[in-house]
């Protein structure tokens, strides 16, 4: 897991690389050696500047701290940072909404077979049955009740 975070610290470090110098310098000294320093070494991110971020294979972590150097340093005023958090925000809310439908516990002794006939589609549900196993009291009891009622 620090694994990821180190290389992400790489790919940010590589991506700062790439940008114009206004960018990075808003950014705080300290911070950027942060970057450089704690990256991953014997990692070289590919990045390609021609290629939008998103369509390039980053850590998920490298496209958080961009997001975080985005709201913190390069936003030009409050209403850019809020539309932003909003923006952010509602990417969450998508992101939690698909991993729920994903792992929905409802679904998860569904039987996912599905067979179209006449574009229908069936789907059988499986349950779990709790079985109850009788104590030895109650099997006893139960033997002796047999016994006298086979006899009457």
Not at 50 to 61: A, V
Not at 68 to 94: F, G, R, S, T
Request: charged share 40%; net charge positive.
């Amino acid at each position: 897991m620090e694994n990821n975070l180190f290389k992400a610290y790489a790919e940010v470090d590589k991506i700062l690389s790439l940008m114009e110098s206004k960018y990075v310098e808003k950014i705080p000294k300290r911070m950027r050696e942060l970057f450089k320093n704690e990256k991953l070494n014997g990692y070289e991110p590919t990045i390609n500047a021609k290629i939008p971020l998103d369509e390039q294979n980053l850590q998920r972590k490298t496209l958080s701290i961009l997001a975080m150097l985005n709201i913190n340093y390069w936003c030009e005023d409050e209403n850019e940072k809020k539309e932003l958090i909003a923006l952010y925000a509602e990417n969450d809310k998508k992101r939690e909404e698909e991993l729920r439908k994903k792992y929905n516990p409802d679904n998860l002794f569904m039987k996912r077979e599905q067979i179209i006939e006449n574009n229908e589609v069936k789907q059988e549900k499986t349950q779990l049955i709790e079985y109850k196993e009788q104590n030895i009291f109650k099997r006893i009891i139960n033997r002796i009740m047999k016994f006298f009622k086979n006899n009457n």
